[in-house]
């Protein structure tokens, strides 16, 4: 029979036509690997349902606690009520949680956050963060499209069965991949809706709609990460050097890798240039990817470049974390925590969207 090499079509590595098992996942493969079967409901990962529509505005008067009229506005005071998409949290479980927010500069939240977990600490979970593009079209849309998009990707399927070790690292890395390709569709979708309205009004959409794209999956120790554009993810342990896990995709890290000081090129007029993303006019959107295997406990942060803006190095990061974490018990949990550094980086200025997404993590 012809070895011919294809792919799994659960976890997406190369196969070879007469193989019946995946070695990189466990998943059962026909001879000519058809469709296997998905995984079943009860052993998916759980995300936290969060309402279709976070364009509308909140019910109740955050100034004065009345009822807010169908014109947005509060009937007793009246307040301009937030919109729902200004600030958000999802919480899938205990250990893992994530906030994302306006700030206090933009006008809109074009930051997304979506989450998924197990309800055993520490056992498996995804984190994706994206960032719209504020000079693109429908950002806000865009980013969110894409942050489910990826989370039900790298959510709805595991690898079970024979993978471990690297094979099992190769497994998650195009489940990566998969997800980011789902992550530019919603994207490319959201431009597609556009394109067809300003064709009704018979105008163009110049700056299609466009966002970055960080995702984290752990599967017990093992961490693996992907990244295009500027959203990052920091291992944080407790004790130990934190680490920053994702390279940035912009002019600031050119500067960086060019032997310019972090602090100088991050500070520069340019700084926040980023050289890949995901959208129409994007280059290309192969996510970047890391691995590594968690040894001790620690804090898995996500986050948009509206924390980071304020605190970049992964170590200054650490004890940021760590002083929040220690000022009582409540606000260790990952919840707190990330509302904690929400507010941590609006004290500061809020010049920008905010998301901070935590897993709280103990090996073993």
């Given at each position: 029979m012809d070895d011919a090499v294809t792919q799994c079509p659960t976890c997406h590595v190369a196969v070879g036509a007469s193989e019946r098992f995946c070695e990189a996942c466990g998943a059962g493969l026909s001879p000519t690997v058809g469709a296997v079967e998905p995984v079943p409901a009860e052993e998916s990962m759980k995300g936290t349902p969060v309402p279709d529509d976070l364009?509308?505005?909140?019910?109740t008067c955050q100034a004065c606690g009345g009822e807010v009229s169908a014109d947005g506005y509060c009937g007793t005071c009246g307040a301009r009520a937030p919109r729902r998409r200004d600030h958000f949290s999802e919480q899938p479980a205990a250990w893992v949680a994530a906030v994302c927010d306006r700030g206090i500069r933009h006008t809109r939240n074009e930051d997304a956050v979506a989450l998924a977990a197990d309800a055993e600490p520490?056992?498996?979970?995804?984190v994706v963060v994206c960032d719209g593009v504020s000079s693109s079209v429908d950002s806000d849309l865009a980013s969110l499209a894409a942050a489910r998009a990826a989370r039900d990707v790298l959510a709805f399927s595991r690898s079970r069965g024979m993978g471990t070790g690297l094979s099992l690292a190769a497994a998650v890395i195009a489940r990566l991949e998969a997800a980011a390709d789902a992550a530019s569709e919603a994207v490319l979708e959201v431009t597609s809706k556009a394109n067809?309205?300003?064709?009704?009004?018979?105008?163009?959409?110049?700056?299609?709609?466009?966002?970055?794209?960080?995702?984290?999956?752990?599967e017990q120790d093992l961490l693996v990460v992907g990244s295009v554009g500027d959203s990052r993810v920091y291992w944080l342990p407790d004790t130990g050097d934190a680490t920053a896990l994702t390279l940035d995709d912009s002019f600031a890290q050119e500067q960086i890798a060019a032997g310019v000081p972090r602090?100088?090129?991050?500070?520069g007029p340019q700084s926040h240039a980023i050289t890949r993303w995901l959208g129409a006019d994007a280059p290309e959107h192969r996510p970047t990817t890391a691995t590594m295997t968690i040894a001790a406990p620690g804090w898995l942060l996500v986050c948009s470049d509206g924390l980071w803006n304020y605190c970049s190095a992964a170590k200054d990061l650490a004890e940021l974390v760590a002083q929040t974490a220690s000022s009582s018990p409540a606000a260790a949990e990952p919840l707190a925590l990330a509302g904690a550094l929400v507010d941590w980086a609006n004290a500061r200025g809020g010049k920008d969207n905010i998301t901070v997404a935590l897993a709280r993590i103990h090996p073993g």
């Open positions: 364009g509308g505005t909140a019910s520490g056992s498996r979970a995804v067809n309205l300003a064709a009704v009004g018979s105008q163009s959409v110049p700056n299609p709609a466009s966002c970055t794209f960080v995702a984290a999956v752990l602090a100088q090129a991050e500070a």
